[in-house]
T-cell receptor, first 114, second 110 residues
């Protein structure tokens, strides 16, 4: 079975641009969470979606948005990119409650803003 | 903000030795999880311990949880070069959200 897949793996953008990151969860998993990990830090929670509904939002500005599609895949959008948005963006999926059973993470998208 | 805090921040040990890392957290939890991350790649789920459990084993991993002290420890026995990675604890702050600490960077020396 395929794991959590994220695309693209690497991305370079210019300040002020917009970016869309994609995530396909494990087949059968209905929950997708997004995390931002700055170098040397732990992952920071951005969003969680379950059955296409937003269930949680972290302390990120409105420039960050996400959605989940009927096939449970998800997109994370970041507008008006800042240098500080450079990070590894991780997607995690779970069958139901990842807080009770654990999450499966993708390999991430490394975003560099120049 | 980060709920959990791992200690030490970095640890270097000889191959074959045991590695112990600790996690402290601030608020009450239902579950605590440990993850491993190799070289800035995705995280791998290692083990989950529930608040009513005190100890859990998985292969060479042993996790303890002390809810009165709001702390957990991860022990890796008979370490191997492949155990070189960053280790994170994560606690549930709501039904749908876990928060990670800053991690412990473990380096196994040959």
């Amino acid at each position: 079975d395929a794991g959590v897949t994220q695309s693209p793996t690497h991305l370079i953008k210019t300040r002020g641009q917009q970016v869309t990151l994609r995530c396909s969860p494990i087949s059968g998993h209905k929950s997708v969470s997004w995390y931002q990990q700055v170098l040397g830090q732990g992952p920071q929670f951005i969003f969680q979606y379950y059955e296409k509904e937003e269930r949680g939002r972290g302390n990120f500005p409105d420039r960050f948005s996400a959605r989940q599609f009927p096939n449970y895949s998800s997109e994370l959008n970041v507008n008006a990119l800042l240098l500080g948005d450079s990070a590894l963006y991780l997607c995690a999926s779970s069958s139901a409650s990842g807080t009770r059973y654990g999450y499966t993470f993708g390999s991430g998208t490394r975003l560099t803003v120049v | 903000s980060q709920q959990g805090e791992e200690d030490p921040q970095a640890l270097s040990i000889q191959e074959g030795e045991n590695a112990t890392m600790n996690c402290s957290y601030k608020t009450s939890i239902n579950n605590l999880q440990w993850y491993r991350q190799n070289s800035g790649r995705g995280l791998v789920h290692l083990i989950l311990i529930r608040s009513n459990e005190r100890e859990k084993h998985s292969g060479r991993l042993r996790v303890t949880l002390d809810t009165s002290k709001k702390s957990s420890s991860l022990l890796i026995t008979a370490s191997r070069a492949a155990d070189t990675a960053s280790y994170f604890c994560a606690t549930d702050v709501s039904a749908d959200k876990i928060i990670f600490g800053k991690g412990t960077r473990l380096h196994i020396l040959p």
